[in-house]
T-cell receptor
Framework: DQQVKQNSPSLSVQEGRISILNCDYT??????FLWYKKYPAEGPTFLIS?????DKNEDGRFTVFLNKSAKHLSLHIVPSQPGDSAVYFC?????????????FGKGTHLIIQP | NAGVTQTPKFQVLKTGQSMTLQCAQD?????MYWYRQDPGMGLRLIYY???????DKGEVPNGYNVSRLNKREFSLRLESAAPSQTSVYFC?????????FGPGTRLTVT
């Protein structure tokens, strides 16, 4: 059973607009959440993270929101740029700083239209 | 500073053959990981090593073995490859929760 779910396989957004990628999780023991970006034929690269004690974390154009009661997080990219076209993975960890490995969603393919 | 390197980049095996995927990191990270990614799927954890000298099973360990050779190197071995092991394999390392990934090995088993 999938513990981290990204229900939108793809999302198309116009350049300059806001991109919103969503992620839901079922395991209430998850304590730390991360977003990764992946280009074809490359490994995932870390983008931004958030601890379960926070509800928002911002880094430049990227903001992650966490709604712990709804077990939902979202990644906002504003403004969207052509280089943002990639697959975005939501991931969760049982413990910040823990070494147990991450649980990933299936990914959302973001396409930025010129 | 190369980060995480993986060899080979591509490999084709026949069913029943064995091979070892190599991974090395130069970031002095304690923890290392092996994941596989199948089409339309997220990454799934095969094995991990929280520190030098320890290894543990992840979500999908069957058909694989690992060796943490030293702090830098973590290898993944397929003893008898099966078509179900056709996948892209990613190695990662971390000091905290943020993991850093290698470029991947694309393995096809015929």
């Amino acid at each position: 059973d999938q513990q981290v779910k990204q229900n939108s396989p793809s999302l198309s957004v116009q350049e300059g607009r806001i991109s919103i990628l969503n992620c839901d999780y079922t395991n209430s023991m998850f304590d730390y959440f991360l977003w990764y970006k992946k280009y074809p034929a490359e490994g995932p690269t870390f983008l931004i993270s958030i601890s379960s004690i926070k509800d928002k974390n911002e880094d430049g154009r990227f903001t992650v929101f966490l709604n712990k009661s709804a077990k939902h997080l979202s990644l906002h990219i504003v403004p969207s740029q052509p280089g943002d076209s990639a697959v975005y993975f939501c991931a969760a960890s049982l413990e910040r700083g823990g070494a147990d490995g991450l649980t990933f969603g299936k990914g959302t393919h973001l396409i930025i239209q010129p | 500073n190369a980060g995480v390197t993986q060899t080979p980049k591509f490999q084709v095996l026949k069913t029943g053959q064995s091979m070892t995927l190599q991974c090395a990191q130069d970031m002095n990270h304690n923890s290392m990981y092996w994941y596989r990614q199948d089409p339309g799927m997220g990454l799934r954890l095969i094995y991990y090593s929280a520190s030098e000298g320890t290894t543990d099973k992840g979500e999908v360990p069957n058909g694989y073995n690992v060796s943490r050779l030293n702090k830098r190197e973590f290898s993944l071995r397929l003893e008898s490859a099966a078509p179900s092991q056709t996948s892209v394999y990613f190695c990662a390392s971390s000091m905290t929760s943020e993991q850093y990934f290698g470029p991947g090995t694309r393995l096809t088993v015929t």
